[in-house]
């Protein structure tokens, strides 16, 4: 999967945006830049929630959430939220996402249905009858979900329109919602809850209030393909080392007493991802500590630096979830990295899953300087002319 271009006219600090990405580019890696208050965080969370949750019943709430403030003001009842065009691996797939209310629904009747409809009071938008199902399918466009509010007290919904009148019954929205992650700090998560959960963060918790990190975890538990930088649980390093141990075990009785390199693969991999620190992995599997070069001193995850422990979570995060052909929307990845893992980690994300598609909100000019000036998208406001000009040379 690939996103190919993104069109985004009017949504938050999001004005008139239109970006491409080149699908023949080598590596497949896109850094997005601009100065503070761009929206590319928020470009990279609305790609996600329509194409991680439009699908899943037990998610659309996130998109409510995300997109509770959308205002529908046009005479057709229609405001395009996001075109994503989507290429798939032989064809161009464009998805139109778009909020609308009663009056586009009703415009798309014929005549004598319409007003069949507007005399009999039909509440199309809390109830879509059949007679709106098929006027919908017969223009090649599925509905996402319902919205709360839109132009203060009247109700909305979002639907999407493709171009391919065959995937309306085919399950390929479900399959890219498989093929889209978010990595970002915990804290982004925040925006996908509902609009009074968010404000909680900015007041008191009183006592009897809900927790608002245990509403964030909560969220985050409904959200697979949202993953955060900060956190690795010891047992998925102890799971990866039996997993490569027992695919070796595996490849010798089937080969006749021939093991396998995984283990030893895996293991060279993470000692150099550390660089100047060894993984050591007890006999029995049952736990994991590290050793610093020409140093018998063991340390323990918690003795490694945020970076250390960032870049080794991406790692297994690629490689334990077995990430292949998705689009990893990344934000501000280089939060606690030396410039030099900064410029590096463009690589490591080449090598760890060169398949993947990869957006990068960014601050960075190591990571832009890590692809060629075209691999840079930028959006308003742009990065400052004399900074800009060492992106590209």
């Not at 909680?200 to 927790?211: D, I, V, Y």
């Not at 599997?285 to 080794?312: M, Q, W």
């Not at 960075?364 to 060492?390: D, F, M, N, R, W």
Request: with cysteine; charged share 25%.
């Amino acid at each position: 999967m690939h996103i190919q271009r993104i069109q985004v006219p009017d949504f938050r600090a999001l004005k008139n945006v239109d970006i491409t990405f080149e699908k023949e580019f080598t590596p497949r890696i896109f850094p997005l830049g601009s100065l503070n208050g761009g929206g590319k965080s928020t470009l990279l969370q609305l790609i996600f929630v329509l194409l991680h949750c439009s699908v899943n019943p037990d998610r659309v709430e996130f998109i409510q959430n995300l997109i509770d403030d959308f205002e529908v003001h046009d005479e057709s009842g229609k405001k395009t939220l996001a075109i994503i065009d989507i290429w798939d691996g032989s064809k161009t797939i464009q998805l139109d996402f778009f909020v609308c209310n009663k009056t586009y629904l009703l415009n798309l009747l014929p005549e004598e249905e319409r007003l069949l409809a507007i005399l009999e009071g039909t509440e199309i938008l809390d109830q879509l009858n059949v007679i709106f199902k098929e006027h919908l399918k017969t223009n090649d466009i599925i509905k996402i979900c319902d919205l709360h509010r839109i132009n203060k007290n009247e109700k909305g919904l979002i639907l999407c329109q493709l171009n391919c009148e065959e995937l309306i019954d085919q399950p390929f929205l479900k399959e890219l919602s498989n093929k889209i992650f978010l990595t970002a700090h915990i804290s982004q998560i925040f925006l996908f809850l509902q609009p009074d959960n968010r404000k909680s963060l900015f007041k008191k918790q009183e006592n009897n209030q809900t927790n608002y990190y245990q509403q964030i975890k909560t969220a985050n538990s409904k959200l697979p393909g949202f993953f955060t930088y900060d956190f690795l649980a010891i047992d998925i390093l102890i799971e990866a080392f039996k997993k490569a141990r027992d695919e070796d075990f595996k490849q010798a009785v089937e080969q006749g007493g021939n093991y396998g390199n995984n283990y030893v693969k895996l293991l060279a991999e993470m000692n150099n991802v550390l660089t100047n620190k060894k993984i050591n992995v007890q006999s029995d599997l049952s736990g994991i500590n590290f050793k610093i070069d020409g140093d018998e001193t063991e340390l323990y995850p918690e003795d490694l630096s945020h970076g250390e422990l960032k870049r080794l979570c991406i790692y297994m995060w690629l490689k334990y979830n077995n990430i292949k052909d998705a689009i990893v929307l990344m934000d501000e990845l280089e939060i606690s990295f030396h410039p030099d893992w900064q410029y590096q980690i463009v690589r490591d994300l080449e090598e760890w899953g060169a398949t993947n598609q990869y957006i990068l909100a960014t601050h960075s000019y190591e990571i832009c300087q890590a692809v060629t000036p075209a691999h840079v998208k930028e959006l308003e406001p742009k990065l400052e002319p004399k900074l800009q000009s060492k992106t590209i040379q």
